[in-house]
């Protein structure tokens, strides 16, 4: 299986901060790889996708980038709803496999 | 506008079998592939299994291998899990998830799209 890797599990950041998270792959895996951001007892929603193709409806503050084995999510100015956690997932091989999650929190 | 509704909670015993059912609407299941994702209690997410209802094309993770079977009946566009031989640690909310699939390096590819609000299902004796 394809282990996914996120850095780092939890960030402090303020509003108006530039987040980065970063996710890597055992093996390369292309470009098929999404991330999604979940809050609180909610399904999680599609932000990113082909590493750096954005959703439909998701604020352009949102960004994807790399290929490979090395991807960053970025948040160029935190907004007060995007304190949630965010989990990367390859769609290369199966099983699709999630990184572990990395929690967004308030400063 | 595409929607996933899944079936209510469940509470079941260990060794026993769930099914749970997700029924879309909004767009046909004949361009989608399904997925279930599981989450257990303050754990992260962890991807059970796939089906694209056109072809018949199964994926399980080795892990569910032989303990849970994905269905899906075009013709009332709902896809179902079954998990069966129940434990605790089964414990969790499981999600159905759509969207459309791809092939590519003589594979398919597909991302979750679309998500069901999910279905708590509890494990106790």
């Known amino acids: 299986d394809i282990q996914m890797t996120q850095s780092p599990s939890s960030v402090s950041a303020s509003v108006g901060d530039r987040v980065t998270i970063t996710c890597r792959a055992s093996q390369g895996i292309s470009s098929w790889l999404a991330w999604y951001q979940q809050k609180p007892g909610k399904a999680p929603k599609l932000l990113i996708y082909a590493a750096s193709s954005v959703q439909s409806g998701v604020p352009s503050r949102f960004s994807g980038s790399g290929s490979g084995t090395d991807f960053t999510l970025t948040i160029s100015s935190l907004q007060p709803e995007d304190f949630a956690t965010y989990y990367c997932?390859?769609?290369?091989?199966?099983?699709?496999?999630f990184g572990q999650g990395t929690m967004v929190e308030i400063k | 506008q595409v929607q996933l509704v899944q079936s209510g909670a469940e509470v079941k015993k260990p060794g026993s079998s769930v099914k749970v059912s997700c029924k879309t609407s909004?767009?046909?299941?004949?361009?989608?592939?399904i997925s279930w994702v599981r989450q257990a209690p303050g754990q992260g997410l962890e991807w059970m299994g796939g089906i694209i209802p056109v072809f018949g094309t199964e994926n399980y993770a080795q892990v569910f291998q032989g303990r849970v079977t994905i269905t899906a009946d075009e013709s009332t566009s709902t896809a179902y899990m079954d998990l069966t031989s129940l434990r605790s640690e089964d414990t969790a909310v499981y999600f159905c998830?759509?969207?459309?699939?791809?092939?590519?390096?003589?594979?398919?590819?597909?991302?979750?799209?679309?998500w069901g609000q999910g279905t708590l299902v509890t494990v106790s004796s």
């Open positions: 909004g767009g046909p299941l004949s361009t989608s592939a």
């Open positions: 997932q390859q769609a290369n091989t199966f099983p699709r496999t």
């Open positions: 998830a759509s969207g459309p699939y791809y092939y590519g390096s003589g594979s398919y590819h597909y991302y979750f799209d679309y």
